[in-house]
Nanobody
Framework: QVQLVESGGGLVQAGDSLRLSCAAS????????MGWFRQAPGKEREFVAV????????RYAEYVKGRFTISRDNAKNTVYLQMNSLKPEDTAVYYC?????????????????WGQGTQVTVSS
């Protein structure tokens, strides 16, 4: 089992920045690929970013590319999502997720462990 706890969400204005953190406990964090997803009201949960267990492979959704940066610190069992130039359409609950696998994937059903989410609200 892997337990994930997100933090860092909040209410900001358009153009502002936030950094989300996801702290992991339980099994060895460093062997898991870590993803960030988000879910806006009335919408399905969608992929945001993923980082491989080594940190060597990273993928972003097109709608956040160039604005968001995913990173991890295996010594601290933590994955981060730096969000810059935030837009009102980024408003959502943000979730981190973990999986083990050979390939970096963006499909939410492929992830085994999920955090409880942290709310990000961007006002215009």
């Amino acid at each position: 089992q892997v337990q994930l706890v997100e933090s860092g969400g909040g209410l900001v204005q358009a153009g502002d920045s936030l950094r989300l953190s996801c702290a992991a406990s339980g099994r060895t964090f460093s062997v898991y690929d870590m993803g960030w997803f988000r879910q806006a009201p009335g919408k399905e949960r969608e992929f945001v970013a993923v980082i491989s267990w080594t940190g060597g492979k990273i993928r972003y959704a097109e709608y956040v590319k160039g604005r968001f940066t995913i990173s991890r610190d295996n010594a601290k069992n933590t994955v981060y999502l730096q969000m810059n130039s935030l837009k009102p359409e980024d408003t959502a609950v943000y979730y981190c997720a973990a999986r083990r696998g050979l390939l970096v994937v963006t499909t939410r059903d492929e992830y085994d462990y999920w955090g409880q989410g942290t709310q990000v609200t961007v006002s215009s």
